[in-house]
């Protein structure tokens, strides 16, 4: 929909601080991909890197290593800084980051307040609670997430602007995205879940898994610590009828329609694979139109 007013609330509780600077992998990834910058088979960092600074950094043994911070994408990092340090909430940061990039949606962060993802693993025995970009990047989320706990969320607010957009919205769309590190997380900003539900708009969600399995990522490992089974039906289940009101699933999960209707969620099989831009336009048509389907 060209001429939609679309606001994107994206998930904080994967930043982290490093070297000094605060690093927004999830808003820069919305900003960079729509905005044009986007490392595009990666799907995360900008195009055309080069890692001079991570090199210089690692030659004063300053790690850590394992998170691949770009030239282009530190500069991202230290306008963010400063301007956070100046006193600019993190929404009114992401607003002038986006001046530049002009990804053409509204981008807000859940919140302006510090949440941090924690993932507790076992340690030659030892429960052991690491940051979610160590346990995803580092790890490879090799080992089983026993917990994941969104550090702050509780004490956190919803950043100027989302609850609004919530309660104003014509139709609001849960992408395809971690239903419990990225969109959960969302949803444990007290007031959000709430807002969601209240809202008078249909909410549609985009299965993250296909045939049992997540498309990017590993959404499994920590859909397991929250007791989910990987299956779309079970995701759909997750969020329940109370929060969404349609479910999309890939046609190769055309048999979990009728479970998911059970549950009083509309849901459709269609083509879910982000394979090019028309393929992922027209899941986002199936899911207006599917939005259109359930508006009471
Ligand atoms: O798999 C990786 N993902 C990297 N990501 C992606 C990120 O770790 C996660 O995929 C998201 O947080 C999950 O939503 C980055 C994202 C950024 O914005 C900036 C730097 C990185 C660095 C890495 C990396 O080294 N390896």
């Known amino acids: 929909m060209p001429d939609a007013e679309i606001t994107v609330v994206?998930?904080?509780?994967?930043?982290?601080?490093?070297?000094?600077?605060?690093?927004?992998?999830?808003?820069?990834?919305v900003m960079y991909t729509l905005g044009g910058g986007i490392h595009e088979e990666q799907?995360?960092?900008r195009e055309g890197e080069t890692f001079a600074v991570k090199e210089e950094l690692a030659a004063y043994g300053v790690g850590p290593e394992?998170?691949?911070?770009?030239?282009?994408?530190?500069?991202?990092?230290?306008?963010?800084?400063?301007?956070?340090g100046a006193g600019y909430p993190l929404s009114a940061v992401t607003?002038?980051?986006?001046?530049?990039?002009?990804?053409?949606?509204?981008?807000?962060?859940?919140?302006?307040?510090?949440?941090?993802?924690?993932?507790?693993?076992?340690?030659?025995?030892?429960?052991?609670?690491?940051h979610f970009q160590e346990y995803w990047v580092k790890l490879r989320a090799s080992v089983d997430a026993l917990a994941v706990v969104p550090v702050g969320a509780e004490a956190a607010k919803p950043a100027p602007g989302v609850l609004d957009a919530i309660a104003g919205a014509d139709v609001i769309l849960f992408p395809p995205s971690n239903p419990v590190v990225s969109v959960g997380t969302i949803l444990a900003v007290p007031g959000i879940r709430e807002?969601?539900?209240a809202a008078p708009a249909p909410v549609?969600?985009?299965?993250?898994?296909?045939g049992g399995a997540p498309v990017r990522g590993m959404a499994d490992k920590v859909l397991a610590a929250v007791g989910v089974e990987s299956t779309a039906q079970a995701v759909a289940r997750h969020y329940g009828a109370d929060l969404i009101d349609g479910w999309l699933v890939d046609t190769v999960d055309a048999?979990?329609?009728?479970?998911?209707?059970?549950?009083?969620?509309?849901?459709?099989a269609v083509p879910l694979m982000m394979t090019d831009e028309d393929a992922t336009a027209a899941m986002a048509r199936a899911a207006l139109a599917l939005a259109e389907e359930v508006r009471a």
Request: glycine share 10%.
């Open 43 to 45: 799907g995360w960092g």
């Open 95 to 130: 607003e002038a980051l986006c001046a530049r990039w002009k990804p053409g949606v509204r981008l807000l962060p859940m919140t302006d307040d510090r949440v941090e993802t924690h993932v507790a693993i076992d340690v030659d025995g030892e429960r052991r609670a690491v």
């Open 10 to 29: 994206g998930n904080t509780g994967d930043d982290i601080h490093l070297f000094g600077l605060k690093v927004c992998p999830d808003l820069d990834t």
């Open 66 to 84: 394992w998170f691949g911070l770009g030239d282009r994408d530190f500069a991202t990092h230290i306008v963010r800084t400063q301007m956070l």
């Open 204 to 210: 549609v969600g985009l299965s993250p898994l296909v």
């Open 255 to 268: 048999d979990a329609v009728a479970a998911v209707e059970e549950a009083g969620i509309a849901c459709r």
């Open 195 to 197: 807002a969601v539900a």
